[in-house]
């Protein structure tokens, strides 16, 4: 099971570290390695997000996922979308581009580098919005009661999570983007447009996705003349029909969280290389763990068994929105943002695990399988 889910990571990471060899020495290898670990440790709660929305899908679509999804988290965030933000920063072609990131590798980091109040600010506020949609939605589980009661009933009011990142972005772009910490002065106008386009993009995409979702649950139940049908289900008991424009939707809306995941780690990969290269290998690495991870808490029904892991999840969502927010001004190590979502992750498993042992639930899946069909 391990090998299998698991197995194409393996095996890129073996040819990634021996391409890196080749092509850069011993330094170049240990540089590739690191910038992994970066990754997989930045992004971890990504998975588990990632694994909530995935085991909706139907079987086809988890595959687009796993194949056509690692290659826009490959080649697009982490090779091509540097690039383009150096293209529209700095008013060049997108050939100009490609030769300032191969031939003028210190110019090629100081403008990506100047552009993160503008990506932090988008991703920040995309990220805050999951976050607060899950926090104000009333749950079957909750993990921290004493926030999660009084937040449910506070989430009856429509759009008070919109209200609530319009405040933080104004607050945001009036005193933190004032003094960025790139060097870049006053980015106020900048960090105001680029987090209006992150909750712009968050309404549509979750928007659609969650309309057509709704949609197909009601034609469900149409088909069995008002009593409400059961959706398909997979080997851990959780539905596992979405197709067609909703999947399509729920796709878009998974790239997206993933883009902005990813954020983070372009960023911090400056701090080890400006190497487009060997950032675009060593973080390549990492997302194919994490793809790697999803499928196996899908198939496993790890979110099944361990009911809090969604709840940790999203809560290292929003420490990630407000550090990115506070990165604008402040530098902050990307060790601090990978242990803040591992540690809210490790505590949500280890309050799953009490709660199992308590009511006699050993949170074992073995044995259990999903439609995910793919071995990446």
Known sequence: MLLKTFGWSFAITAAGLALAGVLWGW???????????LEISLSFDNAVINAGILRKMNAFWQT????????????????????????????????????LAINDKTRYEHLVTSAHPAIAAFGGIFLLMIFLDFI???????????IEKPMAKMGKLDMLSVIIALVVLLVTSMTVATAAAHGAGDKSATVLLAGVAGL???????????YFEDKLEEDEDDEEDGQPAAPARNGTGAA????????????????VIDASFSFDGVIGAFAITN??????????????????LTVFLVRKGTLDDYVY?????????????????ITIKYEINEVITGLVGIVLIGLSFASSVVRNRREGKPGDSSGKSSEVTSGV
Do not use: C
Not at 138 to 143: A, L, N, P, T, V
Not at 200 to 210: E, P
Not at 309 to 325: F, K, N, Q, R, S
């Open 136 to 146: 104000f939605e009333e749950r079957d589980y909750k993990w921290l009661s004493w």
């Open 200 to 210: 712009l993009t968050y309404l549509v995409v979750a928007g659609i996705s969650g």
């Open 275 to 292: 190497d487009i290269f060997m950032m675009a290998l060593g973080l390549g690495i990492g997302a194919m763990y994490i793809r790697s």
């Open 309 to 325: 892991l969604e709840h940790g999840a999203h809560y290292a969502i929003g420490a990630l929105a407000v550090i990115l927010l």
């Open 64 to 99: 687009i996922f796993l194949t056509v999804g690692i290659l826009i988290a490959v080649f697009g965030m982490r090779l091509v979308f540097p690039v383009v933000i150096v293209a529209i920063t700095a008013k060049l072609g997108p050939i100009e581009a490609v030769n």
């Open 27 to 37: 330094q170049g290898l240990a540089i590739v390695g690191i910038l992994s670990i």
């Open 240 to 255: 596992v029909g979405l197709a067609g424009k909703a999947a399509f939707f729920m796709f878009l809306y998974l790239e």
